[in-house]
C-alpha cells in the first residue's frame, strides 16, 4: 500500500485532518505501550476496542494513562473536542490503524502538509547540518527546532528543547512508535533551560554538536538581565535572533550549525556588532547560502552558519548553493542535492568559481562585518570589474556623503501633497523632475520635512528592483522618496552628477551587484551603500564625465523625438495626417 494511502483515508473520516492524524498516531502508540508499559487490562488499547468504542469512555481511558504515560498528557492538554467524535468514526479509524501494510513516518505524516503550523526542515539539510558538525559525542544537541528529522538520518540521541508541547506530543509518539532516540525537553531554552550540567547546576550542560534552525522572525519583548548562566551579552530589543545564536553558543563546546534569515548575515547595528564578536573570536568557520524556497512555512531566504570553537586558522569559507547542481525541483519545493559534495567542498576548503572562496578575518572586517555568501563568491566578469576600481583612488561614500534609507509614509487622507517618487519613476537620463505616487502627510509633517527630497539628491533603488539610479532636479513640487530607495545628497552639485554617471556605469552596476544580498527580496544595507568606494576623479576626468552627463541627455531628447515620429507613423496608417 502506498505511503499517501494512510493521508487519504484520514481525509474521508469526518474529522479535521490534523486531528485525524493525531488521534491516529496516539491509538498506534496505544497499542504499542498496551503489549509491556500498561498493567491495567482495563486500560490497554484491545479491551477498549473489544467493547462498543465511545468517545468519553476513551477520554477517560486517556485521562488515567495520562497519570503515567506524557504522550496521553500532551494530547489531552491540545485536544477538547474529543467527546465530539462520533463511535463510527472512532470505529473506522480502529480499522486504519490495524491495517499494518500502512506506513509514513511520523515527521512526513505531520509535517508534509500544506500550511501546517510548524516550520518543516527537510531530511536533505538535516542530513547536511548532521555531516557537517559530526563530532564522537553520543549526543546531538537541537534546542529552539523540531529536530524530529534529525533522529531519522543520524544513530545517536538527539536532545531536544522547546516550548511547544505539539513537538512534545510527537517526539513522544517518535519514540514509542518509531524507538527513536530522543531525550525532548518541554521548556523554552532562553529563559528556563533545562539541559544543566548535573555536578554544577549554575552551569548549561555541554555538547560536542549543536545544531538549531530557529524560528524566523519571532519577536517578543524579553529581558535577560538577571540570567543566571550570563548568556546573552548582545541581544537587545525584541528581535530574538541573537538571543537564540548566544544560547547555542552557551551549550556548545566544539562545533555548531545555526540557521538563520539571510538579513542577519549583512543588518547594521547590534547584529553588526554581533557579527564582529563572533568574528574576532575566531567562531565562524563557513557561511552556508542556502537556496530559496525551501520551506513550506516561509519563502524566507536563509544562510547556515557553521561554528566551529576550536578553529585553527582565520579564514572563512562562504559557499554558495546556488548553483543548479545543488537544487533538485520537486514541483514547487526546491530540494538540496549533492549533499555529499557540499560536505567535500567544507571540508577539503576547496576554492571553486561561482560556488566557494576563503576568505581571510581582516578582510571580513572591512565590510562591516559582512557575512553574506554573495558578497564574496562573485563571477569572473565582477572581478574584473574590480580591477578596473583598483586603478583609482577611492574613498567611502559616507565621506563625501550623506547617506540614508528614505522611511514609509502613509497616506493620511488629508494635510499637505507630498509625491512619492518610486525607482519606476526615474527619468532615464538627465534629471527626475516629478515624482508619481500622490499622498496627503498631516501628522507625519515633521518628519517629512526631515526627509523632502532636494535638487541634486543622488537615489538608487536598494530593495526589490536593484541598481536604478536617478538625480532630482529643480523640483518644484514636495516629493519624498518611497522605501525602496537610498538617498545620497552632497554639497557639491558637480560631486553630485559625478556620481550619478558613476553609479549608473557598469563599474558602478557591478559594485551595486556585489553588494546584494538574497534573491525574492534582494537588498543592499544603507552600511554597505556608506561603504562603497567611490573613485576620486582627476579635473580632467570630471570635465568628462559632465560632458558625457550633458551628451546622455542630448541622445534621450533624441531618442525621444524619434519614438514620436515612430508613433505618429503607427497612428497614422496610410499616412493622411502630417
Known amino acids: 500500500m502506498k505511503h499517501v494511502d494512510l493521508?487519504?483515508?484520514?481525509?474521508?473520516?469526518?474529522?479535521?485532518?490534523?486531528?485525524?492524524?493525531?488521534?491516529?498516531?496516539?491509538?498506534?502508540?496505544?497499542?504499542?505501550?498496551?503489549?509491556?508499559?500498561?498493567e491495567d487490562e482495563q486500560l490497554r488499547y484491545n479491551t477498549f476496542f473489544n467493547k462498543k468504542?465511545?468517545?468519553?469512555k476513551m477520554l477517560k481511558s486517556f485521562e488515567e494513562l495520562a497519570k503515567k504515560h506524557k504522550v496521553f498528557q500532551y494530547y489531552l492538554e491540545q485536544n477538547s473536542n474529543i467527546l465530539k467524535i462520533d463511535s463510527d468514526i472512532l470505529a473506522l479509524l480502529y480499522n486504519i490503524v490495524e491495517d499494518e501494510d500502512i506506513s509514513l513516518s511520523i515527521n512526513d505524516a505531520f509535517f508534509s502538509q500544506k500550511n501546517y503550523r510548524d516550520f518543516s526542515l527537510s531530511y536533505e539539510l538535516a542530513d547536511l547540518s548532521v555531516k557537517l558538525i559530526t563530532t564522537d559525542d553520543k549526543k546531538l544537541y537541537v534546542p529552539f527546532t523540531n529536530g524530529f528529522t534529525h533522529s531519522y538520518v543520524t544513530d545517536i540521541q538527539?536532545?531536544?528543547?522547546?516550548?511547544?508541547?505539539?513537538?512534545?506530543?510527537?517526539?513522544?509518539?517518535?519514540?514509542?512508535?518509531?524507538?527513536?532516540?530522543?531525550?525532548?525537553?518541554?521548556?523554552?531554552?532562553?529563559?528556563?533551560?533545562?539541559?544543566?550540567?548535573?555536578?554544577a547546576p549554575h552551569l548549561l550542560e555541554q555538547f560536542e554538536a549543536v545544531i538549531s534552525f530557529p524560528p524566523f522572525g519571532r519577536r517578543v519583548k524579553k529581558d535577560f538581565s538577571a540570567d543566571k548562566f550570563n548568556r546573552f551579552k548582545f541581544h537587545r530589543g525584541i528581535n530574538l535572533e541573537i538571543a537564540y545564536f548566544?544560547?547555542?553558543?552557551?551549550?556548545?563546546?566544539?562545533?555548531?550549525?545555526?540557521?538563520?534569515?539571510?538579513?542577519?548575515?549583512?543588518?547594521?547595528?547590534?547584529?553588526?556588532?554581533?557579527?564582529?564578536y563572533l568574528i574576532?573570536?575566531?567562531l565562524i568557520e563557513a557561511v552556508i547560502q542556502l537556496p530559496s524556497n525551501m520551506y513550506n512555512a516561509t519563502s524566507i531566504e536563509s544562510t547556515l552558519f557553521i561554528i566551529n570553537k576550536q578553529k585553527e586558522n582565520e579564514n572563512v569559507l562562504f559557499i554558495s548553493l546556488k548553483d543548479k547542481q545543488f537544487v533538485d525541483k520537486k514541483s514547487r519545493k526546491i530540494i538540496l542535492a549533492n549533499i555529499d559534495r557540499v560536505v567535500d567542498i567544507y571540508k577539503e576548503k576547496q576554492e571553486i568559481e561561482n560556488?566557494?572562496?576563503?576568505?581571510?578575518?581582516?578582510?571580513?572586517?572591512?565590510?562591516?562585518?559582512?557575512?553574506?555568501?554573495?558578497?564574496?563568491?562573485?563571477?569572473?566578469?565582477?572581478?574584473?570589474?574590480?580591477?578596473?576600481?583598483?586603478?583609482?583612488?577611492?574613498?567611502?561614500?559616507?565621506?563625501?556623503?550623506?547617506?540614508?534609507?528614505?522611511?514609509?509614509?502613509?497616506?493620511?487622507e488629508e494635510g499637505k501633497e507630498v509625491y512619492e517618487l518610486s525607482p519606476s519613476d526615474f527619468a532615464k537620463a538627465g534629471f527626475t523632475m516629478?515624482?508619481?505616487?500622490?499622498?496627503?502627510?498631516?501628522?507625519?509633517?515633521?518628519?517629512?520635512?526631515?526627509?523632502?527630497?532636494?535638487?541634486?539628491?543622488?537615489?538608487?533603488?536598494?530593495?526589490?528592483?536593484?541598481?536604478?539610479?536617478?538625480i532630482i532636479g529643480e523640483i518644484s513640487e514636495p516629493i519624498v522618496a518611497s522605501q525602496a530607495s537610498q538617498v545620497i545628497r552632497l554639497d557639491d552639485k558637480n560631486k553630485a552628477i559625478e556620481l550619478y554617471m558613476f553609479l549608473k556605469s557598469n563599474l558602478g552596476q557591478a559594485l551595486l551587484k556585489q553588494l546584494t544580498v538574497g534573491s525574492s527580496m534582494p537588498q543592499i544595507s544603507t552600511n554597505d551603500i556608506k561603504k562603497m568606494p567611490i573613485p576620486q576623479l582627476s579635473q580632467d576626468e570630471q570635465k568628462k564625465v559632465l560632458l558625457n552627463f550633458k551628451s546622455e541627455i542630448k541622445l534621450y531628447n533624441e531618442i525621444k523625438k524619434l519614438q514620436e515620429t515612430i508613433k505618429q507613423i503607427h497612428s497614422n496608417f496610410l499616412g493622411e495626417n502630417k
Not at 473520516?13 to 504499542?32: D, R, S, T
Not at 548566544?246 to 548575515?265: D, N, R, T
Not at 507625519?444 to 535638487?455: E, F, I, N
Open 246 to 276: 548566544e544560547h547555542i553558543l552557551s551549550q556548545c563546546s566544539k562545533k555548531a550549525a545555526v540557521l538563520m534569515p539571510v538579513g542577519f548575515s549583512f543588518r547594521g547595528g547590534n547584529e553588526e556588532r554581533f557579527r564582529k
Open 53 to 56: 468504542v465511545e468517545s468519553k
Open 355 to 412: 560556488i566557494s572562496i576563503l576568505v581571510k578575518n581582516e578582510q571580513i572586517a572591512t565590510t562591516n562585518y559582512s557575512l553574506g555568501v554573495d558578497r564574496y563568491v562573485i563571477s569572473a566578469e565582477a572581478k574584473k570589474l574590480q580591477e578596473i576600481l583598483s586603478n583609482y583612488r577611492t574613498i567611502p561614500l559616507e565621506n563625501i556623503a550623506e547617506v540614508r534609507r528614505s522611511q514609509l509614509f502613509k497616506n493620511e
Open 280 to 282: 574576532e573570536k575566531n
Open 434 to 470: 516629478e515624482g508619481g505616487k500622490l499622498k496627503k502627510i498631516g501628522e507625519q509633517y515633521t518628519r517629512y520635512l526631515t526627509y523632502k527630497l532636494q535638487a541634486f539628491d543622488v537615489l538608487v533603488s536598494t530593495k526589490g528592483t536593484i541598481g536604478k539610479v536617478a
Open 158 to 199: 538527539v536532545c531536544m528543547e522547546s516550548d511547544n508541547i505539539h513537538n512534545a506530543f510527537i517526539a513522544e509518539l517518535i519514540k514509542i512508535i518509531e524507538n527513536k532516540d530522543l531525550d525532548f525537553r518541554l521548556s523554552d531554552p532562553l529563559s528556563n533551560p533545562s539541559f544543566i550540567n548535573l555536578n
Open 7 to 38: 493521508l487519504d483515508r484520514l481525509r474521508k473520516l469526518n474529522l479535521v485532518q490534523e486531528q485525524a492524524i493525531e488521534l491516529y498516531y496516539l491509538l498506534k502508540a496505544w497499542k504499542i505501550l498496551s503489549i509491556e508499559d500498561i
